[in-house]
Nanobody
């Protein structure tokens, strides 16, 4: 069974940087796409970035484009989210996720597409 364990996150000032990691264990041969999501008490869970497990395509939300980069290390089965130029509105609980489903490009960052989730990690950006 695929399990996701997150690390990273924390508190930074606006303009700062953080890297989130998501260690993935188990058989990921059927995993099609991996993603990062975030959620606050005021906002529903939203997609931040996604990347194909066995390809090169990536998707990044407009709100973080140019600041966040998703990448993966298939040797160590780790998913990353590099965040620079952080803003207070990036404050949220961040989750990594994977799925065997094969959504269209429009569906790659819809939370309900994903069926395996990390435990979440907090990111706080102060102004």
């Amino acid at each position: 069974q695929v399990q996701l364990v997150q690390s990273g996150g924390g508190s930074v000032q606006a303009g700062g940087s953080l890297r989130l990691s998501c260690a993935i264990s188990g058989d990921i041969s059927n995993t099609y796409i991996m993603g990062w999501f975030r959620q606050t008490p005021e906002r529903e869970r939203e997609g931040v970035a996604a990347i194909y497990t066995h390809g090169t395509g990536t998707y990044v939300a407009d709100s973080v484009k140019g600041r966040f980069t998703i990448s993966r290390d298939n040797v160590n089965n780790t998913l990353y989210l590099e965040m620079v130029g952080l803003k207070p509105e990036d404050t949220a609980m961040y989750y990594c996720a994977t799925t065997e489903r094969r959504p269209s490009s429009l569906g790659t960052m819809l939370p309900y597409i994903y069926n395996r989730w990390g435990q979440g990690t907090s990111v706080t950006v102060s102004s």
